[in-house]
């Protein structure tokens, strides 16, 4: 795996900070100083040079590259002064770094685990403080696992896990797409909620493809397709918006029971709510902290468990609402909601806590399969319930309406559904 960043150093003693799980590691790192000030230090450079003065500018500065292993590292971190840390440090090698903004020398070596695999934690330190406290310097790490896999330990299986559950995604997009051309012809039209879904599956399969191909390419260069992985990330996002828009609709009562829903209202809350889990999602992917190991353990993807949460309450709520008082077939249907929409609003905030027991290298192969499947399962739920002639089919609008949509809810007759009568009830 390649990596390049920029290292933000700690009190110009700790320049840089990584970890990686791995069997046998081959690592190869260079630095080069970064100049926060650019144009500035370029001006003092040609001053100097002027004066005689240059020679400041060829010479290097030495730093070391030490290793930690997370067995240590809590240790490691409970010490105040980071030059301290040296003594928990499982190697240590120098590396010469130009001053003059070029990049020093690659610096190999190699890491072997004996027993089990572990998670390497690589510091830069610059005890002998030689450079300025405003310095930063950029770095680019390659690692190379057993056999010259880009792929670490918790990502070893990912490439033919996803291709597998896309070829299962496909499939179950061709029985869908199926059923849908099949309501078409029969009816003559898809009701919104099928319309909703066939945006949830679109918007799924096209985030497993372009995951797919980040993987893919990612197995033979190490950095995959960046623009492929975020697109992925922001089509995945939004299909579980979507889902979860359509799973609250349903629990207010939509297609159900006579129900105010404005379509503007719908729409403008559903556009901030993309709006802001997309900014989430790029903050995810912005972030570089040596303790994330999956994309919940940073404050961005913490917020996004927090909005989840957030959502089931409203879940929560709107369902109160509607099974107040309502028939007791619509009850015994929005039970079964209720139960699939607990899984589906919990199930993620629940898989994070789950997932910290386990080592960190096993978080998130266990966290992103549990996750896909979720998504999945509750896609295949709702076309299960949309498509077929089931409870939902029977006692919701796409039985009898011609017109999607909710209709207003009378004050002198909130019970009443498009597909109850008075005969229908005396059969309740």
């Known amino acids: 795996m390649a990596e390049r960043a920029t290292a933000v150093s700690w009190r110009s003693k700790i320049s840089g900070l990584h970890n990686h799980s791995w069997g046998t590691l081959e690592v190869g790192l260079h630095l080069k100083v970064w100049l926060q000030h650019r144009y500035r230090q370029l001006q003092f450079e040609a001053s100097c ?7 400041r500018f060829n010479q290097n500065v030495t730093l070391f590259l030490e290793t930690y292993l997370d067995e240590d590292w809590n240790e490691v971190m409970s010490i105040e002064d980071p030059c301290q840390r040296k003594k928990k440090s499982r190697s240590s090698m120098s590396v010469s770094v130009p001053l003059d903004g070029r990049w020093s020398e690659t610096l190999r070596r190699t890491v ?50 996803n291709v597998l559950s896309l070829v299962c995604f496909v499939a179950f997009s061709g029985l869908f797409a199926k059923r849908c051309l099949a309501e078409m012809t029969s009816v003559g039209r898809l009701h919104m909620v099928i319309w909703a879904l066939v945006v949830v599956v679109a918007m799924q399969l096209l985030a497993q493809s372009l995951h797919a191909l980040h993987l893919w390419r990612y197995s033979y260069n190490g950095t995959g397709v960046r623009p492929f992985e975020i697109l992925a990330e922001i089509s995945f996002i939004l299909s579980q918006l979507v889902q979860s828009a359509l799973l609250l609709l349903i629990g207010y009562g939509y297609t159900l029971i006579p129900v105010d829903v404005d379509p503007a209202t719908v729409l403008l809350t559903f556009g901030i709510s ?54 007791y077939r ?21 898989l994070v806590m789950l997932v910290s027991v386990f080592a960190p290298y096993w978080r998130p192969p266990i ?12 896609a295949w739920w709702l076309h299960n319930q949309f498509l077929s002639r089931g ?38």
């Open 49 to 55: 040079f002027r004066r005689g003065k240059a020679g």
């Open 112 to 161: 072997r685990n004996n027993v089990r695999s572990h998670i390497w934690y690589f510091a830069v330190l610059d005890c002998a403080k030689k450079t300025e406290n405003s310095r930063k310097f950029e770095y680019e790490m390659t690692h190379l696992n057993e056999g010259g896999s880009h792929f670490t330990v918790e990502t070893r299986w990912t490439l033919p896990s």
């Open 274 to 327: 993309a709006v802001v889990h997309i900014i989430l999602v790029l903050l995810i992917k912005a972030e570089d902290s040596a303790d994330k190991f999956h994309d919940y353990e940073g404050l961005a993807g913490k917020t996004l468990l927090a909005l989840r949460l957030a959502s089931f309450a409203v879940f929560l709520w709107c369902l109160k609402s509607t099974m107040t008082g309502a028939p």
């Open 330 to 350: 619509i009850r015994g249907l929005l039970s079964m909601f209720a139960f699939v929409g607990a899984l589906y609003f919990i199930g993620p905030p629940f």
């Open 367 to 378: 966290l992103n399969t549990s996750l896909m499947l979720l998504q999945i399962g509750t």
């Open 391 to 428: 409870e939902y089919f029977k006692v919701s609008e796409l039985n009898s309406s011609s017109l999607p949509g909710g209709t207003p809810r009378s004050p002198r007759t909130p019970l009443e559904s498009p597909t109850r009568s008075p005969q229908r009830d005396k059969r309740d």
